[in-house]
């Protein structure tokens, strides 16, 4: 049995009640309220993936409490690489580009065929990583708070093309010029 120990004065008991019940009863509740709401966790990326933990990210997009609530609005990276979100505020944030879950559609933005990404909640200090796949455009928003217009914009450039080596018929029998070619002198 736990025993608090108290100096008895006003408000102890409940101050009390609430340092040792309070932390049970989120243990208990918070469950039921996740499961609740399905559409809310995190969708296509984990927190932080082994892959993505070896590697720096090519950016890092700070979340805010105050304007800019994004820091920096909009970026780009090129095709396969990772952008961090850092919660440098006091409040969870997230990112998220899932139309379903956004207040206004347009607020949500993937090119076809990209992965839908959903941070979920980023506690102050966490973070959130995702690897950008399919090259074009992306509109994310934070769930608490896209009203306050808590609003980012990704720019995924492609890969340049990688050249292929051309295959040269060459005549092996004829001495090689190494592509110059020789003009006859003019007459005199």
Not at 156 to 180: D, I, Q
């Amino acid at each position: 049995m736990l025993k608090l120990v108290t100096d008895g004065g006003p408000g102890t008991s409940a101050s009390a009640f609430a340092l040792v019940f309070l932390p049970l009863l989120l243990v208990l509740v918070y469950p039921t309220v996740a499961a609740a709401h399905p559409d809310e966790g995190p969708i296509s990326a984990e927190i932080v993936s082994p892959a993505a933990a070896t590697e720096s990210p090519a950016a890092v997009v700070k979340m805010n409490d105050d304007m800019p609530m994004y820091s920096p609005e909009t970026l780009t990276i090129k095709e396969g690489q990772t952008i961090e979100w850092k919660n440098v505020g006091i409040v969870s944030h997230s990112a998220t580009n899932n139309p379903k879950l956004a207040d206004n559609p347009e607020h949500a933005l993937a090119p076809t065929g990209a992965d839908i990404f959903n941070s979920g909640a980023v506690m102050p200090g966490g973070a959130f990583r995702h690897m950008f796949k399919v090259p074009g455009r992306y509109r994310y928003f934070c769930l608490s708070h896209e009203k306050d217009k808590m609003i980012g914009e990704v720019t995924v450039e492609p890969l340049p093309k990688k050249k292929t080596a051309r295959t040269h018929r060459e005549n092996r029998s004829a001495p090689s010029n190494h592509g110059l070619m020789y003009l006859p002198e003019p007459a005199r």
